[in-house]
């Protein structure tokens, strides 16, 4: 199996196992006799190791080679999400659920790393693209295919669902000869923390991420709700707007991968920011027609998805001997965006409604366009002048 196909699997099945929660969370509620508020801790017993956690540990797979890690993250995974199926209690599933967020957070860093070492900027760039469309597959996926599973096998069928995907990724890296068991620094823990800590031209790239996706996801959580308020739509049926945002992201990640090597990853990420951004100054503009309203959303999700694996690129190409950990400091902060994002947002929303939320994007969508302006690099070099060559096994 080709790898860019097994690490689209690993990440598909982290993406999938967020998305799909929300399909079970009413059985949850009625079968372990929990309220829904707290039955949804569910899903931020699962979000909050993954944020906080990937940082920790990504300069696993630099030091121990990116099928080490991938195995880990993945049997750790597999098991958790195995555990969830079996959870007699709430207090057990989120323990279990806990634990399928460190297995995501091992995850994560290394399968982008792995992506990330192809020794040229093209080849990096379309590996990132194919890599990242595993994401807006997973949203146009996680919920039908768990609204599906449990009404055939009840809330705990999906988790089973999510085990079977990770053993199958499981085994295909295991057999695989073409992901790197090499390690690719030589630096301890601590010297790799510092190594991103210190960079500031790292650092300044991940402030875009943060800034741009703490607009991006603030309002992307609400989506439904706007159409169901403008619309009148019922709840269930406005949160079908979110496979319009998955289709169009699988297109955007694709289209995106095709031309990085044409007109960069800074070019790509400028056009996905500007996208997003006039996209969500126009959202409150269009509730006087439906169609009207999912073309811009539209544009936002191609935007939003268009631009990741160029940022994503540009990260990769920071350091040889710290992909994985700058990935991962660079996943914390699209992550720390998500917990920031819908906590404003959804302050701004109760106070004044969309017409000042999408306003309140688009700008922060203008402060990481110009943050990307001034500090996003024109070129990347394949080999950091401070590393050493990447060793491929």
């Known amino acids: 199996m080709p790898t860019i196909v097994l690490l689209g699997m690993a990440i598909f099945v982290v993406g999938v196992d967020s998305y799909i929660v929300a399909a079970v969370l009413p059985a949850v509620a009625d079968d372990l006799h929990e309220s829904i508020s707290n039955v949804g801790l569910v899903a931020s017993a699962y979000a909050l190791p993954v944020a906080l956690l990937s940082p920790v540990f990504g300069p696993l797979s630099d030091r121990r080679g990116r099928r080490f890690a991938l195995l880990l993250g993945l049997s750790i995974f597999a098991a958790a999400a195995s555990a969830c199926i079996v959870a007699p209690s709430l207090p057990l599933l989120l323990g279990a659920r806990a634990i399928n967020g460190v297995g995501a ?31 807006p597959l997973s949203n146009l996926l996680g919920l039908p295919f768990g609204a599906l599973a449990t009404s055939v096998g009840g809330w705990r069928a999906p988790f089973g669902l999510i085990a079977a995907v990770a053993v199958v990724a499981f085994i295909g890296v295991a057999t695989s000869r073409q ?26 790239v991940m402030s875009v991420t943060l800034v741009w996706f703490t607009g991006a996801v603030g309002l992307f959580i609400y989506v439904g709700e706007f159409i169901h308020e403008s619309f009148g739509i019922p709840s269930e049926q406005a949160g079908l707007a979110y496979l319009v945002v998955g289709v169009v992201g699988i297109v955007a990640a694709r289209t995106s991968g095709l031309v990085l090597a044409r007109i960069g990853a800074r070019r790509t990420v400028l056009i996905g920011i500007a996208m997003f951004g006039c996209a969500a100054f126009l959202l409150p503009l269009t509730t006087s027609a439906l169609p009207l309203a999912l073309g811009v959303i ?83 070099p394949t080999v950091d002048p401070g590393d050493t060559p990447i060793v491929h096994a």
């Open 179 to 204: 992901v790197s068991t090499a390690a690719v620094s030589g630096r301890g823990y601590g010297a790799t923390f510092s190594r991103v800590i210190h960079d500031r031209k790292a650092l300044a």
């Open 105 to 135: 957070a091992i995850l994560l860093p290394a399968a982008f790393a792995a992506a990330g070492d192809l020794p040229t900027d093209e080849a990096r760039g379309k590996a990132i693209a194919l890599v990242t469309a595993a994401f």
């Open 298 to 380: 539209s544009i936002w999700a191609f935007g939003t998805w268009f631009g990741v694996p160029g940022i994503q690129t540009i990260v990769a190409g920071l350091s040889n001997t710290a992909r994985g950990t700058m990935l991962a400091f660079n996943g914390s902060a699209l992550n720390l965006g998500g917990v920031i994002g819908p906590f404003v947002t959804g302050r701004i929303i109760d106070s004044a409604g969309f017409a000042l939320a999408g306003p309140w994007s688009a700008f922060l969508a203008a402060c990481a366009f110009v943050i990307a302006w001034r500090v996003l690099p024109h070129h990347v």
